[in-house]
C-alpha cells in the first residue's frame, strides 16, 4: 500500500522560506514521477511542481518558477518541495502526490495522480 506523509508546513511571513517534505512509503521513489499540488480556500487544487521518474527533471508552474524547487532523498524515499521568497498568494494546503504509472512523465492534471498524501497546511502572513 503506497502512502504519502507530507510535513514541514507553517506560518511564515512575506518573502520568508521553508522546506516541505513528502515520505513515500509502500513503493521506491525512483521508478514514478511526483508532483506537488496545493488548495487555497475556496479553490480549486492546482499543480505547482513536479519531478520526473529519473529525478533529472522537474517543471513548475509560471508562479512559482524561480522561488520553489523539488529535489529527492532516494535513500530516504523523500520528496522536498524549497518554497523562497513566498507571498501570501502561496497560502494553501500542499499536497504531494504520486501515480501508478512506472516510468511516467510530468503530469500536470490532478487526475493523473491516484496517491495523495494528507496534505500539510502554508500560511503566508503580509
Known amino acids: 500500500q503506497v502512502r504519502l506523509v507530507e510535513s514541514g508546513g507553517g506560518l511564515v511571513q512575506t518573502g520568508g522560506s521553508l522546506r516541505l517534505s513528502c515520505a513515500i512509503s509502500?513503493?521506491?521513489?525512483?521508478?514514478?514521477?511526483t508532483a506537488w499540488f496545493r488548495q487555497a480556500p475556496g479553490k480549486e487544487r492546482e499543480f505547482v511542481g513536479g519531478?520526473?521518474?529519473?529525478?533529472?527533471?522537474?517543471y513548475y508552474r509560471d508562479s512559482v518558477k524561480g522561488r520553489f524547487s523539488i529535489s529527492r532523498d532516494i535513500a530516504k524515499n523523500t520528496v522536498y518541495l524549497q518554497m523562497n521568497s513566498l507571498k501570501p498568494e502561496d497560502t494553501a494546503i500542499y499536497y504531494c502526490?504520486?501515480?501508478?504509472?512506472?516510468?511516467?512523465?510530468?503530469?500536470?492534471?490532478?487526475?493523473?495522480?491516484?496517491?495523495w498524501g494528507q496534505g500539510t497546511q502554508v500560511t503566508v502572513s503580509s
Open positions: 519531478m520526473s521518474w529519473t529525478g533529472s527533471s522537474t
Open positions: 509502500g513503493r521506491t521513489l525512483s521508478y514514478f514521477a
Open positions: 502526490t504520486t501515480n501508478d504509472v512506472r516510468h511516467g512523465t510530468i503530469e500536470t492534471g490532478i487526475s493523473n495522480y491516484n496517491h
